[in-house]
């Protein structure tokens, strides 16, 4: 038997309370909410929630989100993992996205941004 905590990876903690964005996407006929929180700039968690609760697409989603919350807090780059994320073409899909995680990977990457937009802003004003 292996002790799964004994490898030499790196594991970010989370600090008890964080800071994160929220926004509400309407994508490939589903309504779902993100959250991403942050620690610095970095993304380190990922929160979807579906509409549609108990069906087996808001349980997979759900199951995705914390699979890329375990790979940030593992210090995998989130454009390592969107980059897998943004050609992949299955149902559902719509007119805008090739599939529902094209649409998640493209809804964390706005989010970055902004936060990114934002810190920086703020670290410009603590300058001056």
């Known amino acids: 038997m292996t002790d799964n905590n004994s490898s030499n990876t790196h594991i970010t903690k989370l600090p008890e309370v964080r800071e994160g964005l ?25 929160f979807i929630t579906i509409a549609k609760e108990g069906s087996a ?12 919350s375990i790979a940030l807090q593992h210090d995998t780059p989130w454009e390592t993992l969107s980059g897998k994320f943004a050609n992949q073409t299955f149902e559902p899909r719509d ?26 802003a703020t670290e410009t004003q603590e300058k001056e």
């Open 22 to 46: 929220t926004k509400r996407v309407d994508a490939c006929n589903f309504t779902y909410y993100l959250t991403v929180n942050f620690v610095g700039k970095k993304p380190m968690e990922i």
């Open 57 to 68: 697409i808001s349980g997979f989603i759900e199951a995705l989100a914390i699979t890329i």
């Open 95 to 120: 007119d805008k996205n090739s599939s529902l995680i094209h649409s998640i990977s493209e809804e964390v990457n706005e989010l970055v941004d902004i936060w990114e937009t934002i810190t920086s």
